[in-house]
């Protein structure tokens, strides 16, 4: 078993609080679990998975509370700023090492962000969307600009593990 516990966890600049590893070989399965806490905003990330060593089966679920959405910037590193807001998710992990697989759903609260290319910041409110491990389905997600009008999203965001972004977007206002 391997037991990390890093009191102060700072990447990129932001402070997460703290951070426990674990990692335990038990018969059969591989067990991994992170645990990220902040107590001052109730910043709250679990992940718990097991890995079958002999089917290569992947098991696990990650939570997330009050997830700040700035974190966003280090995932999307070109055209997006200005980041504010939380994020609650819930998803399941499974497949193989070879071929992870997600299914969830966030709920995004007070997000707002600043599109580069156009120089204009969106609020996107409170809104729910689900995901999978290709593609951040956005459809019937609201934004506003800084004027209150409303767009209506259909489609998402095409990606790989969270990396490899493209749109698939469309938007509609009245």
Not at 154 to 173: A, C, I, P, R, V
Request: no cysteine; proline share 1%.
């Amino acid at each position: 078993m391997a037991d990390i516990q890093i009191p102060e966890f700072t990447l990129n600049g932001v402070d997460y609080g703290s951070l426990g590893i674990r990692l335990d070989d038990d018969s059969g399965k591989t067990n991994a679990s992170i645990n990220l806490n902040r107590v001052e905003d109730e910043l709250l990330l679990l992940v718990n998975a097991s890995l079958d060593k002999e089917s290569k089966a992947l098991d696990g679920t990650v939570k997330a509370r009050n997830l700040v959405m700035s974190t966003f910037e280090f995932i999307i590193d070109d055209g997006i700023s200005e980041t504010a807001g939380f994020a609650n998710i819930d998803a399941q992990m499974f497949g193989s090492l070879n071929d992870i697989k997600l299914d969830g759903s966030a709920t995004v609260v007070n997000g707002k962000t600043k599109i580069d290319y156009l120089g204009n910041l969106i609020q996107l409110g409170s809104e729910t969307f689900t995901f999978s491990e290709r593609f951040i389905d956005l459809t019937n997600v609201s934004l506003f600009d800084r004027l209150g009008n409303q767009a209506i999203m259909t489609g998402g965001l095409n990606h790989y593990l969270f990396g490899e972004f493209s749109t698939d977007l469309n938007m509609k206002s009245e």
